[in-house]
């Protein structure tokens, strides 16, 4: 059976590409989250 015109094994494929573009494109040397909005504004 096809859904959009992709098989199971075709959706697994370009599921796992998709991940792995995602993890590329978020891999930040030194990345740090800045909470000072939350501190200011909500009291945390």
Same mark, same amino acid.
Not at 17 to 25: D, I
Not at 29 to 39: E, H, P, Q
């Given at each position: 059976?096809?859904?959009?015109?992709?098989?199971?094994? /075709?959706? #697994?494929?370009?599921?796992? !590409?998709?991940? /792995?573009? #995602?993890?590329?494109?978020? !891999?930040?040397?030194?990345?740090?989250t800045d909470i000072s909005w939350l501190?200011?504004?909500?009291?945390?």
């Amino acid at each position: 059976m096809k859904v959009n015109g992709c098989s199971q094994t /075709e959706y #697994h494929d370009a599921l796992g !590409k998709a991940n /792995e573009e #995602h993890a590329r494109r978020n !891999k930040i040397d030194g990345w740090v989250t800045d909470i000072s909005w939350l501190k200011n504004n909500l009291g945390i």
